[in-house]
């Protein structure tokens, strides 16, 4: 919380409860990567309420799940750094939402995660619907198995699920905007190096 402007009380209040909402999360990294020679001369209304000199270099969270990632996903972030008598401090990763660039999001942006480990699968819910993640680990290990039967051992063996509350949440975390009220499922391969 160090690195979060504590002037900004909306978000440093909701980036603690990001940090809480991960602690089920079994993560072998996380980290932010950070390109300085790039950055959005965009600068919308609402961040003249900083009154502070601004910055908002291209960002992406790389994380990765231990035993299932063997490389890490990122997801672009749009971060606004402010200049306060510390330091760079992030003020926000929200304002350039109503611009049509939001912040990539995370199944942890929407509360606490809860996890469910089957023999090939990790599924990241919510508490409220730890039952139906049970029932989704077991459908999940067992598809892993009718995979490899038709394309070989040649692959991880291993899936991740997450599963979102509401079609809101699902548009968030995939960034898709479009109308998902007659989607079921989305699949997301993300290929390391080679492919």
């Known amino acids: 919380m160090a690195t979060v402007d504590p002037s900004q009380t909306a978000f440093f209040l909701r980036q ?4 809480d909402n991960l602690a089920a999360v079994p993560l072998q990294s996380w980290k932010y990567v950070l390109d300085a020679t790039q ?8 961040m003249d309420r900083y009154n502070a000199p601004l910055w908002v270099p291209d960002v992406a969270l790389s994380y990765a799940l231990r035993g299932f990632d063997s490389h890490p996903s990122l997801i672009p972030q749009k971060l606004t750094f402010v200049m306060r008598d510390q330091g760079w401090l992030i003020g926000s990763d929200s304002d350039f939402d109503e611009a049509g660039s939001p ?3 995370g199944i942890w942006d929407f509360g606490p995660v809860s996890v469910v480990r089957g023999s090939a699968s990790l599924i990241l819910g919510h508490p409220r619907t730890a039952t139906r993640l049970h029932s989704l680990a077991l459908l999940a290990d067992d598809a892993v198995a ?3 039967a038709v394309w070989g051992s040649q692959w991880s063996r291993r899936v991740v699920l997450i599963v979102p509350d509401t079609q809101d949440e699902l548009a968030a975390i995939i960034s898709e905007g479009n109308d998902l009220s007659q989607i079921a499922a989305v699949a997301i391969a993300q290929n390391g190096p080679g492919g």
């Open 16 to 19: 603690g409860k990001l940090f």
């Open 39 to 46: 950055e959005d001369p965009a600068r919308p209304q609402a």
């Open 103 to 105: 912040t990539g999001k």
């Open 146 to 148: 009718h995979v490899s």
